[in-house]
């Protein structure tokens, strides 16, 4: 299902920091980076996850961009993936795969209900600008790329 240039849906998850957070409201202050990862296991959303945390600050203090890591698994688990790879950012538990299922899909996997890894960037008034969803687990678009594609009018900084 192909999202970019329409509205991204709404949702509201429960935060690793406490509380829930809503995109509709990440979005009054600016765009966000919706990350759809698979689960606490998945060495590939670790590793495309830290490239985010690398440029989480930067992102957050120049662009208003908060990035959004929905990850199909429960809030202590995502509590543990956080602190082991020492995140500059929240993680955002979709249990269920619900959220997961409305952006890149589900799939059952041996882990059980398991999202598609996916990268969208939403700009501030809910578009979808740029929309990645991975065709094998270890196909990841990272962190510094998205920067430079936000930072250059949500345009391929290389103009590919």
Request: charged share 25%; with cysteine; aromatic share 12%.
């Amino acid at each position: 299902m192909a999202m970019e240039n329409d509205s991204a849906p709404d949702f509201a998850l429960e935060s690793t920091a406490g509380g829930t957070v809503r995109l509709s409201e990440t979005l009054e202050d600016g765009p966000a980076i919706v990350l759809v990862n698979r689960g606490h296991w998945c060495s590939f959303c670790a590793e495309q996850l830290q490239t985010f945390s690398e440029v989480s600050y930067d992102l957050w203090i120049n662009e208003n961009v908060d990035i959004l890591p929905v990850v199909t698994d429960t809030v202590p688990k995502l509590r543990e993936m956080r602190d082991r790879f020492d995140y500059d950012f929240q993680l955002l538990a979709d249990p269920d795969g619900d959220v997961a299922e409305q952006y890149s899909g589900t799939e059952q996997t041996s882990h059980g209900i398991t999202g598609v890894a996916a990268t969208y960037v939403v700009d501030e008034g809910g578009t979808v600008r740029y929309e990645q969803v991975a065709d094998d687990p270890a196909d990841r678009t990272y962190g510094n790329w998205i920067r430079y594609y936000i930072r250059n009018d949500y345009e391929d900084p290389f103009g590919e």
